[in-house]
């Protein structure tokens, strides 16, 4: 379990913190809690999603297991530092489907003495690394990636398996487009999809 560096509000060094997995493995409950500790540590944070992400709520975030928190949606990542204000954190989810600024975007929200945390797929459905992520987990000074189980195998899965035929790389969805999977599954499954 991450414990956070430090919680008080007279550090001024900020920094950027990833949660990184696959489909269903709890990146976007991590980052809710990570949050609401900072909010039950009285500091001032603002939330951020894109746009395109209507899943469960157009505007709050919201986990696979229904927990939420509000957030604001943005179109595009240059939007959250005009939005981010004076807070002390700010949270993305969905960070994938952000445009590749919101690498720039977390470096100035850190270096301003932000605490910056970002969720996020790693890798899209063909297991290749997803939109700005690569970049943020290069840049990012804390790391976690979260695991799902494998709906084929039961083991620790890592790839999130594309059920449907779409071939486009974003394709919004839940458990009837996609399933978490081991890694041997997941070849298993790309293979015989040719």
Same mark, same amino acid.
């Given at each position: 379990?991450?414990?956070?560096p430090?919680?008080g509000?007279?550090?001024?060094?900020?920094?950027?913190?990833?949660? &990184?997995?696959c489909?269903?493995?709890?990146?976007?409950?991590?980052?809710? %809690?990570?949050?609401?500790?900072?909010?039950?540590?009285?500091?001032?944070?603002?939330?951020?999603?894109?746009?395109?992400?209507?899943?469960?709520?157009?505007?709050? /975030?919201?986990?696979?297991?229904?927990?939420?928190?509000?957030?604001?949606? /943005?179109?595009f990542?240059?939007?959250?530092?005009? #939005?981010?204000?004076?807070?002390?954190?700010?949270?993305?989810?969905?960070?994938?489907?952000?445009?590749?600024?919101? =690498?720039?975007v &977390?470096?100035?929200l850190?270096?301003?003495g932000k605490?910056?945390?970002?969720?996020? #797929?790693?890798?899209?459905y063909?297991g290749?690394?997803f939109?700005?992520m690569?970049?943020?987990l290069? =840049?990012?000074?804390? =790391?976690?990636? /979260?695991?799902?189980? &494998?709906?084929?195998?039961?083991? #620790?899965?890592?790839?999130?398996?594309?059920?449907?035929?779409?071939?486009?790389? =974003?394709?919004?969805?839940e458990?009837?487009?996609?399933?978490?999977?081991? %890694?041997?599954?997941f070849?298993?499954?790309?293979?015989? %999809?040719?």
């Open positions: 379990m991450f414990i956070e430090h919680l509000k007279s550090n001024k060094s900020g920094w950027i913190e990833v949660v &990184c997995g489909m269903f493995s709890g990146k976007t409950e991590e980052l809710i %809690r990570r949050l609401n500790r900072a909010i039950i540590a009285k500091q001032k944070v603002e939330i951020f999603k894109p746009k395109v992400d209507t899943r469960y709520d157009k505007e709050n /975030v919201v986990s696979h297991n229904e927990t939420s928190i509000r957030s604001t949606p /943005v179109n990542a240059n939007d959250i530092l005009l #939005l981010a204000g004076n807070c002390d954190v700010v949270g993305i989810d969905e960070a994938q489907f952000f445009d590749d600024q919101l =690498v720039d &977390c470096n100035k850190a270096n301003s605490r910056v945390i970002v969720a996020g #797929l790693d890798m899209d063909e290749k690394p939109g700005p690569p970049n943020l290069a =840049v990012a000074e804390f =790391v976690t990636k /979260v695991h799902a189980i &494998c709906a084929d195998t039961g083991e #620790l899965a890592s790839f999130s398996f594309r059920l449907a035929k779409e071939d486009s790389q =974003v394709l919004l969805g458990k009837q487009e996609y399933e978490a999977r081991s %890694r041997r599954s070849f298993e499954g790309m293979k015989n %999809r040719k």
